[in-house]
Nanobody, 119 residues
Framework: QVQLVESGGGLVQAGGSLRLSCAAS????????LGWFRQAPGKEREFVSA????????RYADSVKGRFTISRDNAKNTMYLQMNSLKPEDTAVYYC????????????WGQGTQVTVSS
């Protein structure tokens, strides 16, 4: 089992920045990728970004490329999402997720953290 805890959400004006954190614990050796997803009211959950657990391979949704940066600190078992130039359409609950090496699926999810961008 892997436990994930997000933090860092909040309210920010358009054009502002926030940094989300995701602390992983438990059987972290089984993690292949760590990712960020988000879900806005009335919409389906969507992929935002991901980073490989043991390398610098990263992935971004087109909607956040050039504005968001994903990183991780393996010594702290923590992943970060630096979000700059935020837009009202970035408003959503942001979830941290871990893709398991065993299943190649995002099997583990955090509880989510709210990000609200005001115009």
């Amino acid at each position: 089992q892997v436990q994930l805890v997000e933090s860092g959400g909040g309210l920010v004006q358009a054009g502002g920045s926030l940094r989300l954190s995701c602390a992983a614990s438990g059987r972290t050796f089984g993690i292949y990728f760590l990712g960020w997803f988000r879900q806005a009211p009335g919409k389906e959950r969507e992929f935002v970004s991901a980073i490989k657990w043991d390398s610098d391979i990263t992935r971004y949704a087109d909607s956040v490329k050039g504005r968001f940066t994903i990183s991780r600190d393996n010594a702290k078992n923590t992943m970060y999402l630096q979000m700059n130039s935020l837009k009202p359409e970035d408003t959503a609950v942001y979830y941290c997720a871990a893709k398991s090496r065993a299943t190649m699926r995002y099997d583990y999810w955090g509880q989510g953290t709210q990000v609200t961008v005001s115009s």
